[in-house]
């Protein structure tokens, strides 16, 4: 974003407006920390939001939803330090 393409900034805002949106009535802390995401970046273009987090947050809902993809470790980004008591990936050490 930082090379040229200064609109990609504008369409990553734009979608997490619409992550936050969406995820607001079944998933109201998540909406609330995207939207505190997106908004640091919007007011310090250098920031950048904690991708990673956000993907585990997303699995986190999704695996208590009884709807995490059978290939959901293709999705993590390595070691996290969320220190989630019940999580798979903590268990086996991965976390």
């Known amino acids: ?5 200064p609109h990609h900034f504008f ?6 407006a619409e992550a936050e949106d969406e995820s607001v009535k079944q998933f109201p802390k998540l909406a609330a920390w ?3 995401q997106r908004l640091q970046w919007q007011e310090d273009a250098a920031y950048m939001p904690m991708w ?13 939803l009884g709807k995490l993809p ?10 996290c330090n ?6 798979p990936a903590a268990k ?4």
């Open 1 to 5: 974003m930082r090379r040229g393409y």
């Open 11 to 16: 369409f990553a805002l734009g979608h997490l």
């Open 34 to 36: 995207i939207r505190d």
């Open 52 to 64: 990673g987090m956000m993907i585990a947050l997303v699995l986190w809902e999704m695996r208590k």
């Open 70 to 79: 059978k290939n959901y470790e293709q999705f993590t980004v390595g070691p």
């Open 82 to 87: 969320v220190g989630c008591l019940d999580c």
């Open 92 to 95: 086996r050490g991965r976390a």
